[in-house]
């Protein structure tokens, strides 16, 4: 049974970084895109970042391209968000997600397109 487990969020100040990490079981890690999605109350769950099953592609929404950067190790089964210049609008919970792909460079940004997704960390951004 395939599982996503996400850990490092915290309440830091705004400036401040953060990484997060999502551990994966249960699943060939190395075919699925990974991607980070994120969810602020009284709002909808909003893509953050993708990167490919290779590593080589990567993807931002623009709220966070120059500050946050995806990154994954196949061999731990694991991907990466480091978070810098950290602002109060990143408050949010941060899931990742899993989704398989065919082509070594494929992505995906909607929320609907994945399949497994882990539990969520809290991250609080104060100002």
């Known amino acids: 049974q395939a599982q996503l487990v996400e850990s490092g969020g915290g309440l830091v100040q705004a400036g401040d970084s953060l990484r997060l990490s999502c551990a994966a079981s249960?699943?060939?890690?190395?075919?699925?895109?990974m991607a980070w999605f994120r969810q602020a109350p009284g709002k909808e769950r909003e893509f953050v970042a993708v990167?490919?099953?290779?590593?080589?592609?990567?993807t931002y929404a623009t709220s966070v391209k120059g500050r946050f950067t995806i990154s994954r190790e196949n061999a731990k089964k694991t991907v990466y968000l480091q978070m810098d210049s950290l602002k109060p609008e990143d408050t949010a919970v941060y899931y990742c997600?899993?989704?398989?792909?065919?082509?070594?460079?494929?992505?995906?940004?909607?929320?609907?397109?994945?399949?497994?997704w882990g539990q969520g960390t809290q991250v609080t951004v104060s100002s």
């Open positions: 997600a899993a989704k398989w792909v065919a082509n070594t460079n494929a992505y995906g940004v909607g929320a609907n397109e994945y399949r497994y």
């Open positions: 990167v490919s099953r290779s590593g080589d592609t990567t």
């Open positions: 249960g699943l060939t890690f190395n075919i699925y895109a």
